[in-house]
């Protein structure tokens, strides 16, 4: 039988704090740059041309731990020999980040026109003159990873459209050819077979440890936020501490409300109004959405029912979504089941159920109509399933999880045991206490697991399936 919601009164449990894991090492980025030399060998191609700047950062971060500050990157990896990371003048000093760099591993080149406008331009080489010592010349085949990939049915000649910028393309397409430059973004990226699309016992651990920096954050704004408040002063709440964000905090209300994407703006909470926020750090991002309220009563009169008859269906069908995160499960079966747990007409969910989640907030998604990509052990899920109605206004649990199948778990407990003492506490408290039934791979990584509180104003009132 289907399970059904209830509101129920409860403390929010404290699973206790994360510790910054330790850094990623030297032998993890070199295995990374093996795994993607292997990708290239597979596909033929002798360069990847990997392009960053502050908002597409996540893959060259992950290759070279260097993510760029103010300015574009392009790293350069061949089949033999030094990569070559290639900066503008203030990423220079910021080089050492990368433990590459510190090993003699990574070379380094300046390119000025990287640099922002009106800086000196008067000590570095031409792009093409660079790409031409590394080897790119007429018989190059060279595979650009930006942060998007294109199907035929998206783009005419789906394998040669790249959206690095024009000028880089340009100049590799002068040297080779066009048809022997081609977009390789899916090495990286595709859900399937995606170098990042599956995570490391050390990759969970750091994404685990800002999760609960996010929830944490969440958990002090939702219990400290009050009627007559600004939404400034809620968001200072969360005590951000510094660890990047991978997209801009949101705080929709008010007159703000119906901007998707609102950030904080001076808006005054008032009571009877619908409000949702998120915090996402590198790896995590934790959001809710409710009703600034204390019971239905607050409510706008159609609203009223807003548990019954949206926000209490909305949990009984993610319940059923977390019983599906198992290896094997295709995108395709979770996608109907949303479909038809929670029809476009009355909950107007546009985007996929489900995402992966990396450095960056949406790296791609098996979850969509069609899909035959399978849940995978490695994976980390964002629980991203977005509800929109005129009259209820939407409803969140918005977390990540991982997916680990029990080798897995096993090194991860033996590598990162605290992480995994708490990820087995959320499960545990998921099962026992919201009645969430949940399979042995799938690990929550955020502190408030499950937790949907309809009514902001009065927190501890929590739906829960039975």
Same mark, same amino acid.
């Given at each position: 039988m ?10 929010w449990?404290h ?20 795994a993607?030399?292997?990708r290239m060998a597979?596909?033929?191609l002798?360069?990847l ?5 502050r908002? #597409?950062?996540?893959n ?14 392009l ?5 033999q020999g030094?990569?070559?990371l290639?900066v ?14 510190v ?19 008067? *000590? ?18 060279v595979?650009c990873?930006g ?12 394998a #040669?459209?790249?959206e ?5 393309v ?7 050819g066009?048809v022997?430059?081609?977009?390789a ?20 651990a750091?994404?685990?440890?800002? *999760? ?11 219990f400290?936020l ?11 709440l969360?005590?951000?501490?510094g ?15 119906a ?9 005054i909470?008032?009571?009877?109004s619908?409000? *949702? ?8 991002n ?17 609203a009223?029912d807003?548990? /019954?008859?949206?926000?209490g269906?909305?949990? /009984?069908?993610?319940a ?15 996608a109907?089941?949303?479909?038809t ?10 985007l ?9 907030e949406?790296?791609? *998604?098996p ?9 995978q ?5 964002q629980v991203d ?5 005129p009259?209820?206004s939407?409803?969140?649990? /918005? ?30 408290f ?13 690990l ?7 937790i949907?509180?309809p ?12």
């Open positions: 289907p399970k059904k919601h209830r509101l129920i009164e409860i403390e449990p699973f206790g704090e994360a510790t910054p894991p330790p850094p990623f090492t030297l032998a993890d980025f070199s295995a990374r740059m093996e993607a030399q292997a597979e596909a033929g002798t360069h041309v990997i392009y960053g700047d908002e #597409h950062f996540a060259l971060a992950y290759l070279t731990g260097f993510d760029p500050r103010f300015e574009e990157a790293l350069i990896l061949r089949q030094t990569p070559l290639i503008g003048n203030e990423c220079e000093g910021y080089l050492p980040v990368s433990p590459l760099y090993a003699g591993k990574l070379r380094s080149e300046r390119f000025q026109p990287f640099s922002l406008l009106n800086q000196p331009r008067n *000590s570095s080489r031409l792009m093409r003159d660079i790409f031409a010592g590394e080897g790119i010349d007429a018989g190059a085949k595979g990873v942060w998007k990939y294109f199907a035929d049915s998206e783009q005419p000649d789906g #040669h459209a790249i690095l910028p024009a000028y880089l340009d100049t590799l397409r002068d040297l080779c066009r022997n430059v081609t977009n973004t899916a090495i990286l990226m595709h859900p399937r077979t995606g170098l990042r699309a599956r995570c490391t016992p050390a990759e969970i750091y994404f685990e440890y800002t *999760s609960v920096l996010a929830a944490d954050g969440l958990k002090r704004m939702i400290g009050r009627e007559g408040m600004r939404d400034f002063e809620v968001v200072q969360a005590q951000i501490n660890v990047p964000l991978n997209c801009h905090i949101t705080f929709a209300t008010g007159d703000a409300w901007v998707g994407l609102a950030g904080p703006s001076g808006q909470l008032r009571r009877g619908p409000l *949702s926020t998120n915090i996402a750090y590198w790896g995590s934790s959001c809710r959405a409710g009703w600034v309220a204390a019971s239905a009563q607050d409510l706008p009169v159609p009223q807003y548990v /019954e008859n949206f926000a269906i909305y949990l /009984e069908a993610l059923d979504w977390f019983g599906l995160m198992r290896v094997g499960v295709s995108g395709d079966e979770i109907r089941l949303i479909e747990r929670l029809p476009f007409e009355r909950f107007g969910i546009t996929n159920p489900g995402h992966l989640i990396h450095l960056d949406w790296l791609s *998604s979850i969509y109509a069609g899909s035959t990509d399978p849940i052990s490695g994976m980390v899920i399933v977005i509800p929109f109605s009259r209820y939407s409803t969140r649990m /918005e977390d990540g999880i991982a997916i680990a199948d029990a080798a897995l778990r096993q090194t991860l407990a033996a590598a990162y045991p605290d992480c995994y003492a708490r990820c087995q506490q959320r499960r545990q998921m099962q026992n206490v919201l009645g969430i039934d949940l399979p042995a791979e799938v929550p990584l955020s502190n408030i697991p499950g949907v509180p009514y902001l104003l009065a927190p501890n009132q929590v739906i829960a399936v039975a």
